[in-house]
């Protein structure tokens, strides 16, 4: 019997862009079995629309962030007992047969991403292949993925991100659903970490291809993001890393941000995002 398959779409106010995500969705070689859209209060007519179409199952919620969508749309399939949860932003179009490949190849991994592309160049994928909680003097993302790496069927990651990952629902049953209190940011990274960390390999499979469509280049970070941005990397620190890392790195990333702070009022968000980070603090 074919293990069952439900998709997650989290979508905030990019209404042109979902339709593109849902048009692919419903058109894969192998379809999932339900796609759950789940709709952060959208103010562009993303309700409406959604509403109009057949086929597609739409939870609302308030805006609670890309973590929070991730984490009400995993406990919503994990809930109708699906066997794997393919998750994805509102911002990615899978190829045809991207879900075919991901659920057909031979490995005993529970989490398998797509290879992600930009159609319009040569970006690789923002994936972390080995992260760096030991020295503090280092960079967090120690491997990040290289055109080196782009051989054989596969390889192994530690940090994906919610751009297509298909999730086997042992994996929540062991290590729960993304913290939802991170609003946005490192969201991903922390939810991949536990699943390593208790014994779950991800990969990347090169066959299942998915496009990106808001390149990385262009994803500028609105200054109200600083917040998050700084307090949820201090805390991936706090949570992994050793004695050193969490005593020196949060430091270097409060300066390093400070002085790159254009006006007081970021300044001043970065301050509560330090002292939030190092404390645990999440809201």
């Not at 991730?70 to 399939?77: P, S």
Request: charged letters at 25%.
């Amino acid at each position: 019997m074919a293990e069952s398959i439900a998709a997650i779409v989290v979508t905030y106010n990019r209404l042109e862009l979902l339709q593109e995500t849902i048009e692919s969705l419903l058109h894969q070689s192998r379809v999932p079995d339900e796609i759950i859209v789940i709709n952060n209060s959208s103010t562009d007519g993303t309700l409406a629309w959604l509403e109009s179409q057949t086929g597609i199952s739409i939870v609302t919620q308030p805006n609670i962030g890309g973590a929070g969508g991730f984490a009400t749309g995993m406990k919503h399939a994990f809930d109708k007992g699906y066997d794997w949860i393919w998750c994805m932003d509102d911002d990615v179009v899978p190829m045809k047969d991207c879900l075919e490949h991901l659920i057909s190849f031979k490995s005993q991994s529970l989490i398998r991403a797509p290879y992600r592309f930009e159609a319009d160049s040569n970006a690789l994928p923002q994936d972390t292949l080995e992260f760096n909680f030991t020295n503090p003097f280092k960079s967090l993302w120690k491997r990040m993925f290289t055109t080196n790496d782009l051989h054989g069927e596969s390889i192994l990651a530690v940090g994906l991100t919610f751009e297509g990952p298909l999730i086997h629902r042992t994996v929540i049953e062991k290590i729960g659903l993304p913290e939802a209190r991170f609003f946005i940011f490192a969201d991903d990274s922390d939810f991949f970490i536990r699943a390593f960390m208790n014994g779950f390999n991800s990969i990347i499979i090169f066959s299942a291809r998915m496009e990106r469509k808001i390149p990385y280049v262009i994803r500028k970070s609105a200054p109200w993001k600083a917040y998050y941005e700084l307090r949820n990397i201090i805390l991936l620190d706090m949570r992994y890393g050793s004695f050193w890392v969490k005593l020196l790195r949060p430091i270097y990333y409060w300066y390093k941000s400070i002085i790159r702070a254009k006006d007081s009022a970021t300044r001043k968000r970065l301050l509560r995002g330090f002292i939030d980070g190092i404390t645990q603090k999440l809201e």
